[in-house]
């Protein structure tokens, strides 16, 4: 009987100790909900003051709180480790605010980051400046990028559109409003359309004209045409239509010129700069253009082409300078986007504030997106491995960057999406020559049944 008991206690243990391996595979986020999460909270409040002394973060004390330590205790006055906040334990990972000790800065943190994670057994340690004198540890347990499940609380608004999770289990969040234009680059089958469908499906549920340049014949944004306001899909068509951007934009500012030219007592709250500070009745919709495979505009082979590339350049630059205020965005994806592409290729990408790098085919791709605003990045999105479409390193003009992970989006249901919000388009009637042709659905299709009757005389 003691043998039985014995093997079956062994066969539990097996068994248990097995499936928290499986676990941990399978279903990171039960695990660490389960295992890893308090054996996180253990090693961090056993080894926080030794791990912060190994660590260079720790300070002498005071000479108030030596002269105390001698009084009370007559103990050996040891240095002094950021003042700990309450642990906040969220599903991937741990919260925690310190207060840096006099001295100190962020940066000290943020070096130290990497050995944090190895002390408290975490897959990552993230540090963000909250305020002076504080900052927040943000510990992910196990890897989110690898299998996206965004947050169920989301934060958007107007033009705000969350499209990925960065590596520190927070949601990346494309705010138009912030960040006017932006380019995403990436090989064939780095993710790239899965971003660009993602996008363009969170802004069909807003009312913003939304209008598509598709030089491939249309294949990556013509299924998403009951929800496009105008679409072009070879550079002849694309020739037209920038010409009618730029007209829309330049009555804009004719309008907002209208509202500056008030009289002299109007309140200051009246006088706006651009289209959103005019009244809500008054003002525009805002455009966002995507425009996908960008080369392809660039790409010449005679000197009459070469006339209308020349053209089409120029008129994408003053959009990419001038269109924030009127509310026209740009969404700009290709492969490559250098100065060998000709001349303006540089100049528009100066204009480009947003970038996303997608796995990239060599160094000198993710130079063109990443080098002039944070050359640290650059590295990183040479490093995204094949097996992993959607990865991506954004970065900004302020030299930070992340690496994110778009979710799955299949086109039939990015299409069924722009489908269903195709009456939110807003009318603009100068693209009303560029509206996309969207075919009747079948009737089978719109979920009705139709049922044969014979004919009688």
């Not at 002394?53 to 040891?78: H, I, K, M, N, Q």
């Not at 499209?163 to 927070?170: G, H, K, P, W």
């Not at 299924?223 to 105008?230: G, I, K, Q, Y």
């Amino acid at each position: 009987m003691t043998d039985l008991v014995t093997w079956a206690e062994l066969c539990g243990s097996l068994a248990a100790i097995g499936g928290a391996a499986y676990a941990r595979h399978a279903y990171p986020a039960a695990y660490w909900s389960t295992v890893g999460l308090p054996l996180a909270v253990a090693r961090l409040l056993a080894s926080y003051s030794s791990t912060m002394d190994a660590c260079g973060l720790t300070v002498e004390p005071s000479r108030w709180r030596a002269l105390a330590v001698r009084a009370t205790t007559r103990r050996e006055v040891r240095p002094v480790p950021p003042r700990r906040g309450v642990i906040r334990p969220t599903t991937t990972g741990l919260r925690m605010r310190l207060r840096l000790a006099p001295g100190q800065e962020p940066a000290d943190v943020a070096a130290s980051a990497e050995r944090l994670r190895h002390a408290w057994g975490v897959h990552a340690v993230h540090v963000r400046d909250v305020k002076p004198g504080v900052v927040e540890l943000r510990l992910v347990g196990f890897d989110v990028l690898r299998k996206v499940q965004m947050p169920r609380r989301l934060d958007g608004g107007p033009l705000q559109i969350p499209v990925a999770l960065r590596e520190d289990a927070t949601a990346f969040v494309r705010d138009y409003r912030t960040v006017p234009h932006e380019l995403v680059l990436g090989a064939t089958l780095s993710g790239k359309s899965m971003y660009l469908r993602n996008l363009l499906t969170g802004l069909a549920a807003q009312p913003v004209v939304l209008v598509g340049i598709d030089c491939k014949r249309g294949v990556e944004l013509a299924p998403f045409a009951p929800r496009l306001s105008a679409l072009a899909t070879d550079p002849d068509q694309a020739a037209e239509l920038l010409p009618a951007l730029v007209k829309e934009m330049e009555d804009r500012y004719d309008l907002i010129k209208a509202r500056q030219g008030i009289a002299p007592g109007t309140p200051k709250e009246l006088i706006t700069s651009d289209i959103w500070g005019l009244p809500e009745g008054e003002r525009p919709a805002p455009i966002v253009l995507f425009i996908d495979e960008v080369a392809e505009l660039f790409l010449v082979a005679t000197r009459k082409e070469e006339e209308r590339r020349d053209e089409m350049v120029t008129q994408l630059i003053r959009l990419a300078q001038l269109g924030r205020a009127a509310g026209i965005y740009l969404e700009v994806c290709g492969q490559r986007f250098g100065a060998e592409l000709g001349k303006g290729a540089t100049m528009l990408r100066a204009q480009l504030t947003g970038r996303v790098c997608h796995r990239v085919n060599d160094e000198a791709s993710a130079k063109m997106a990443l080098g002039d605003i944070a050359p640290e990045a650059v590295l990183a999105a040479c490093a995204i491995a094949p097996e992993l479409p959607g990865l991506a390193v954004v970065g900004d003009t302020s030299g930070g960057w992340s690496r994110i992970r778009t979710p799955y989006l299949s086109l039939a249901d990015a299409a069924a999406i722009c489908r269903a919000t195709a009456d939110l388009a807003p009318d603009v009637p100068a693209l009303d020559p560029f509206r996309p042709y969207v075919a009747p659905m079948p009737v089978e299709a719109s979920g009705l049944v139709a049922t044969a009757r014979p004919v009688t005389e």
